[in-house]
């Protein structure tokens, strides 16, 4: 039976079937146990459940990859590869293995379909059907080679002479070996393919250019000393306590990466070195800070990069890759000189804080033909003006263009598929909406294609004549559309459950989205939500979203619905409520992003002491009654406003809290505060735990036990700080069966009921 509270169903996961005719996608407009996969055709728009063997499938197809010209494609299905023939409507297979085939994909002028097969690659010839080995890596070291006769000193060649005349076993091998290269060299047959050893090392991106003549790859010596945290699982079936393997902290050991490329008809692999790279040992300007300064600026190390591509020209006459170091200061977009392995520059973007930004670092091994409008003009994103843009380059004569420009990012591209234009997703029309756009390859005026205001997600058709549409607003649920790909084109409503019944019984408040001034001039966009009538006390409670890098004073439905629909019952009580995205937050450029470089809890904090101030300035907040509270980097904040701005939160709710960054991961740490033992700096300033001294108000600390993401142990080793400064007026409620983001309603519920608990008792005075 439905339960009454049931908050609806939004559809997630379209996808278009192969031939275009039919749109995929996961729903529950019934509420049963789970989602289950539906469709509509071109001549139905009337969402249907799949049957048994639609669903069998869809679901195993896997990577639908287009030649050239989209009259055919190649996928994987259940580990064997499949071609097919839109012309014919024909069907072949390729493989039928009880191994793994994978990443199928069309060179030569689509002559030829290449995939992977364990750690090789092969080529299966359209036409002929012949298939060919292209690689052949093998794990460990080169066998030694049987030295020639000629190389032998006297006693060696005497060994051999005697061995030969004494065993007619190694006489008549011998005879066999060299008969057969005798008729090979004289029938000029091919020689053998080139056997690669790479030892111990890890292989990875395998890249095959587009005329099979250049492949690319991978070598990692993974690291052998980084320790990973354990997480001790306290309830269990067995009854045991059961250990989970957890993941390493910022500055662990990391393993050493090459990239190689093997020359095919010169039977040659080089190794793509970057100890040359323009830039390569540049020190970062944190340095300055540490007595090890100028020892490092007379003997700077080369620093260690990784290569993303390559990304070949149809013809393989142009490679280009992006190399980024790892300390994420730099960028380097490099010509490839399929002949030599060397790079030369075209492109360098140095950021003192960290590289990055909307599709900045992301790479689709798939189509790389995507990346090139024709054989000389390469496409990418930079944020070289603030703001991630599009830009073309001619790698010929090295000429840059920026396509588009302005307070505002780019935050999806796809080059259309006869790369006339770029199918462009932007938040130009305003910092919290997602809008679709066409842009012409050349440069020009972007024309809107989407209308609705909120975020569009949009996936286009193979013929990319229609746009399935997933699009939600600030008090709506995703719901799915489906509209033509043209301006001023309607879009058509294909699901309408993403509210039940019950759920429209609430007027669900439309949050308004303002702007108010930090203390440093910076605009600062938020939510509020206001009260019909505010409690007499007149409170308010901040509140701070995760994970840093994201937006939530937006036009559309939030990730954080449960949190949304907690500022209603706030708001119900007499709370003002306020949301900010503060500095750090997605959605505002390269200088908002990195705004808590090397200090967290400096400008992200002071943001929200400045959203409390615009609630008292304007909004008649009492100033003694302002709470704050967030999970993960919410959290943190909110620990930050406790033990370092006393006074201004009477009361905070600190979830999943990161209490000290040298103990979280390192790909999203060592970006904003380097590592530790290079900044500790940073480190004491940015954790909560060295601040814990500070604590005024009152503090209540919620923390899943089995945490994987923000481990248990932060919160355990800040509760004994406490214990130990002999604080008051602090709790910590633990959930021994829940991971970083809860999943049971009890949890959840368990949770709020604290929360609000907190803020009834505390900021009604």
Not at 6 to 31: E, H, Q, V, Y
Not at 375 to 393: D, R
Not at 636 to 648: D, N, Q, R, W, Y
Request: some cysteine.
């Amino acid at each position: 039976m439905r339960d009454p509270k049931w908050i609806g169903s939004s559809p997630s996961a379209p996808s278009w079937s192969r031939d275009g005719k039919t749109l995929f996608f996961s729903w529950n407009p019934d509420a049963l146990i789970s989602d289950s996969l539906y469709y509509i055709t071109s001549e139905n728009h009337q969402p249907k459940k799949t049957t048994y063997q639609m669903r069998k499938i869809v679901l195993t197809d896997n990577g639908v990859v287009y030649n050239l010209d989209n009259t055919a494609y190649t996928y994987t299905k259940n580990g064997d590869i499949f071609y097919a023939d839109i012309k014919t409507n024909k069907e072949h297979r390729i493989t039928q293995t009880s191994e793994q085939e994978t990443n199928p994909s069309f060179i030569l002028q689509d002559s030829k379909i290449v995939y992977r097969r364990n750690s090789n690659v092969f080529a299966w010839d359209i036409a002929t059907g012949l298939t060919t080995q292209l690689t052949d890596f093998q794990k460990g070291n080169q066998p030694p080679k049987e030295p020639k006769k000629d190389s032998l000193n006297r006693q060696e060649k005497w060994l051999v002479n005697d061995q030969l005349q004494n065993f007619e076993v190694l006489q008549y091998r011998k005879m066999k070996r060299d008969s057969s290269a005798a008729a090979t060299k004289a029938f000029g047959e091919e020689k053998e393919l080139k056997t690669i050893y790479y030892g111990d090392k890890n292989l990875s991106n395998v890249v095959v250019g587009n005329t099979g003549k250049f492949i690319t790859y991978r070598l990692t010596k993974p690291a052998t000393d980084a320790k990973n945290a354990i997480i001790p699982n306290y309830v269990t079936e067995s009854g045991f306590t059961q250990d989970i393997n957890g993941r390493t902290k910022v500055g662990a050991p990391e393993g050493v990466s090459e990239t190689y490329l093997f020359v095919a008809a010169l039977d040659t692999v080089f190794q793509i070195k970057t100890d040359s790279i323009p830039g390569i040992k540049d020190l970062p300007d944190y340095a300055n800070d540490y007595p090890t300064y100028d020892s490092l600026k007379r003997k700077p190390a080369v620093r260690q990069v990784r290569i993303v591509g390559p990304f070949w020209n149809e013809g393989d006459t142009y490679g280009m890759v992006e190399v980024y170091s790892n300390d994420n200061k730099d960028r380097w977009i490099m010509l490839l000189n399929g002949s030599s392995g060397k790079l030369s520059l075209l492109d360098r973007q140095r950021d003192e804080a960290w590289i990055g930004g909307p599709g900045i670092g992301s790479f689709n091994g798939a189509n790389n033909d995507r990346k090139w409008i024709d054989s000389v003009t390469y496409w990418y994103q930079s944020e070289a003006t603030g703001y991630s843009h599009l830009y073309i380059i001619n790698v010929k004569s090295g000429i840059k263009k920026q396509l588009t420009e302005g307070n505002y990012e780019v935050q999806e591209v796809l080059l259309s598929k006869n790369k006339k234009e770029f199918y462009i997703t932007t938040n130009q029309a305003h910092p919290g909406e997602k809008q679709f756009y066409h842009l012409p390859a050349s440069g020009g005026k972007a024309e809107r294609i989407t209308a609705l205001t909120g975020a569009n997600q949009v996936i286009l058709s193979p013929d990319e004549k229609q746009l399935a549409i997933l699009f939600s607003y600030s008090n709506k649920p995703w719901e799915l559309y489906l509209q033509q790909n043209k301006a001023g084109a309607k879009p058509e409503q294909i699901t309408n459950k993403a509210q039940s019944a019950e759920f429209k019984t609430y007027a669900w408040r439309d949050p308004e989205i303002i702007t108010f001034i930090a203390n440093d001039g910076a605009v600062v966009h938020a939510r509020l939500f206001k009260p019909a009538i505010a409690a007499p006390s007149k409170p308010a409670v901040i509140f701070v979203h995760g994970a840093g890098y994201l937006q939530n004073a937006h036009k559309w439905w939030s990730s954080y619905f449960r949190e949304y629909m907690f500022h209603n019952l706030l708001a119900d009580k007499g709370y003002t409520v306020l949301d900010i995205d503060y500095r750090g937050s997605a959605g505002y450029g390269r200088d908002w992003r990195t705004g808590i470089y090397r200090f967290m809890g400096g400008k992200d904090l002071s943001d929200h002491v400045d959203g409390a101030k615009y609630l008292v300035d304007n909004l008649n907040i009492n100033p003694k009654n302002i709470g704050i509270y967030g999970g993960s980097y919410g959290g943190f904040i909110t620990l930050m406003a406790m033990f370092t701005k006393p006074g201004v939160f009477a009361s905070g709710a600190a979830l999943r809290s990161v209490t000290d960054w040298a103990h979280y991961n390192n790909g999203y740490t060592s970006n904003i505060l380097n590592e530790p033992y290079n900044d500790s700096i940073a480190y004491q300033r940015s954790s909560p735990i060295y601040h814990a001294a500070g604590l005024k108000g009152n503090l209540l600390m919620c923390h899943g036990m089995v945490d994987v993401n923000v481990h248990f142990q932060d919160i355990a080793r800040l509760t004994q700080r406490l214990i130990e400064l002999k604080k008051e007026n602090w709790e910590l409620a633990v959930y021994p069966m829940e991971d970083h983001g809860f999943v049971e309603p009890s949890s959840w519920t368990d949770e709020y009921k604290r929360i609000l608990k907190l803020f009834e008792q505390t900021l009604k005075q």
